[in-house]
Nanobody
Framework: QVQLVESGGGLVQPGGSLKLSCAASGSIFRTNTMGWYRQAPGKQRELVATITSGGDTNYADSVKGRFTIDRDNAKNTVYLQMNSLKPEDTAVYYC?????????RGQGTQVTVSS
């Protein structure tokens, strides 16, 4: 099986920055896509960003130019650098890894943007 452990969430003021990390362990295929999703209270879970094992990235329009996804394949770790944070970025952020038709998701980390 696969375990995902997120870290780096917290409280930050508008305009501030946070960096999330997610370490995957277990049976990780060499070819996979890792990503971040988020869910705000009363809203559906939405894509934030994904990155393939080859380095191809995809971002939600709402975070383009502000967030950067990156990964360290040797460590099976994915990162999300979040800059210029806005109150509407407040949500629980979930890491996941997709290998073929199988997807694993972490437990989530809370990000709160508030003054």
């Amino acid at each position: 099986q696969v375990q995902l452990v997120e870290s780096g969430g917290g409280l930050v003021q508008p305009g501030g920055s946070l960096k999330l990390s997610c370490a995957a362990s277990g049976s990780i295929f060499r070819t996979n896509t890792m990503g971040w999703y988020r869910q705000a209270p009363g809203k559906q879970r939405e894509l934030v960003a994904t990155i393939t094992s080859g380095g191809d990235t995809n971002y939600a329009d709402s975070v383009k130019g502000r967030f950067t996804i990156d990964r360290d394949n040797a460590k099976n770790t994915v990162y999300l650098q979040m800059n210029s944070l806005k109150p509407e970025d407040t949500a629980v952020y979930y890491c996941n890894v997709r290998m073929g038709i199988i997807t694993y998701r972490g437990q989530g980390t809370q990000v709160t943007v508030s003054s």
